[in-house]
């Protein structure tokens, strides 16, 4: 089944660091991936998503990800981390029963 | 962006109790939608997935009776926890998609239900 791994429960960067966020995804064909990012007690905001194309994708608040077939991987980068993206960061997929499967998450703590 | 509105953002019940969390989606017509039960710090687990006019389907070890779902229009989606008891406290969340392969999902606020 498809399935999505986030190895990093929780991350602490200093703010104005740069971030990765590591995902690697479980898929045969080439998988229907997203980033989502969760304040506490919110929904989940969109940062982006990728479905085929250009590898590198940008999405809102500065946020990037890179489709690594070779290491299957979706990983998510800023180069300057900001006190407000201190929040918790899920990888999900779309399976082949058209739903939609999340990671664990990784909660990201900013030091001032 | 295409919004999704989620009804109560919070409930507290008495146990044996019923309630009712309602999804609409404002400014899109979904196709299908999800729900969703989070836990402290934890992921997001599918319960079960919703498809308008059609029954919905259980993820595994999600008891359909006990969790009764209803999508009765392209816009409405319904989950009610009937009998509730402190265990199914939680944050539930739902999400819909406008097309019916799934290429984006909208979620809701999210519902946080305290059974007392």
């Known amino acids: 089944a498809q399935s999505v791994t986030q190895p990093d429960i929780h991350i602490t960067v200093s703010e104005g660091a740069s971030l990765e966020l590591r995902c690697n995804y479980s898929y045969g064909a080439t998988p229907y991936l997203f980033w989502y990012v969760q304040s506490p007690g919110q929904g989940l905001q969109l940062l982006l998503k990728y479905f085929s194309g250009d590898t590198l994708v940008q999405g809102i608040k500065g946020f990037e990800a890179e489709f690594k077939r070779s290491q299957s991987s979706f990983n998510l980068r800023k180069p300057s981390v900001h006190w407000s993206d201190a929040a918790e960061y899920f990888c999900a997929v779309v399976t082949d029963n058209n739903d939609m499967r999340f990671g664990a998450g990784t909660r990201l703590t900013v030091k001032p | 962006g295409a919004v999704v509105s989620q009804h109560p953002s919070w409930v507290i019940c008495k146990s044996g109790t019923s309630v009712k969390i309602e999804c609409r989606s404002l400014?899109?017509?979904?196709?299908?939608m999800f729900w969703y039960r989070q836990f402290p710090k934890q992921s997001l687990m599918l319960m079960a997935t919703s498809n308008e006019g059609s029954k919905a389907t259980y993820e595994q070890g999600v008891e359909k009776d006990k969790f009764l779902i209803n999508h009765a229009s392209l816009t409405l989606s319904t989950l009610t926890v009937t009998s509730a008891h402190p265990e199914d406290s939680s944050f539930y969340i739902c999400?819909?998609?406008?097309?019916?392969?799934?290429?984006?999902?909208?979620f809701g606020q999210g519902t946080r239900l305290t059974v007392v």
């Open positions: 400014d899109f017509q979904a196709t299908t």
């Open positions: 999400s819909a998609s406008p097309t019916g392969r799934i290429t984006e999902a909208f």
